[in-house]
């Protein structure tokens, strides 16, 4: 089945820093999300983005699906984006393949 | 889009006993999907459930452990039977009709 990478696996900053984390997959995809899991366990749809860029707010991805990887940009960073990161491809229906997530920690 | 809920949000049971969790969305939907995270880990893909038909299973799970119901287009039960501590883990259910959404989750405690 496709393989999805996600690097850095962990990641500590200042708040008001900058940061990018990769998404690598091994296969074309249908759908590619990335998602930000509170503390609370709960997924939060940051981007659906199968190709293209995106921008909300502080925060922007961008997916090269000729390349399979995706891109996602956090600026400014706060406090509150500390949690884990995922991005999770789907090839058919929205059965959705997850990476082993990169932990972000935004320090004051 | 589409809101997904669960219940219950968590609970805590005793091993040999099984705990049935259900999702249910706020449009139809042809396929839903359930998910394990177990401590420190990322989702993996338990099942897909169509409406009318046997779910799929993948690989590592099996319908003895999981069975799973999909009675109408908007709703899903998950069981998790025969519990051991193993099974301590979040589960989660999924839908969308582009873009997959999740439920909040079912925080399983099992002693």
């Known amino acids: 089945g496709i393989q999805v990478e996600q690097s850095p696996p962990d990641l500590i900053l200042q708040e008001g820093a900058n940061s990018t984390l990769r998404c690598n997959f091994s296969?074309?995809?249908?759908?590619l999300q990335w998602f930000h899991q509170n503390p609370w366990g709960q997924l939060i749809n940051l981007f659906y983005?199968?190709?293209g860029t995106k921008q909300n707010g502080r925060l922007s991805a961008t997916t090269v699906a000729t390349e399979r990887y995706s891109l996602l940009y956090i600026s400014s960073s706060q406090t509150t984006d500390s949690g884990v990161y995922f991005c999770a491809v789907g090839e058919n229906n929205n059965d959705m393949r997850f990476g082993a997530g990169t932990r972000l920690t935004v320090k004051p | 889009s589409a809101v997904i809920s669960q219940k219950p949000s968590r609970d805590i049971c005793q091993r040999g006993t099984s705990l049935t969790i259900q999702c249910q969305v706020d449009?139809?939907?042809?396929?839903m999907f359930w998910y394990r995270q177990q401590p420190g880990q990322s989702l993996t893909l338990i099942a897909t459930?169509?409406?009318?038909?046997?779910?799929?299973?993948e690989s590592g799970f099996v319908i003895d452990k999981f069975p799973i119901s999909r009675p109408n287009l908007t709703f899903s039960t998950l069981t998790v039977s025969n519990m051991s501590p193993e099974d301590s883990s979040i589960y989660l259910c999924s839908a969308g009709h582009v873009e997959a959404f999740f439920g909040q989750g079912t925080r399983l405690t099992v002693v």
């Open positions: 983005i199968p190709s």
């Open positions: 459930a169509n409406q009318g038909s046997e779910a799929t299973y």
């Open positions: 449009s139809q939907v042809t396929m």
């Open positions: 296969d074309s995809v249908n759908n």
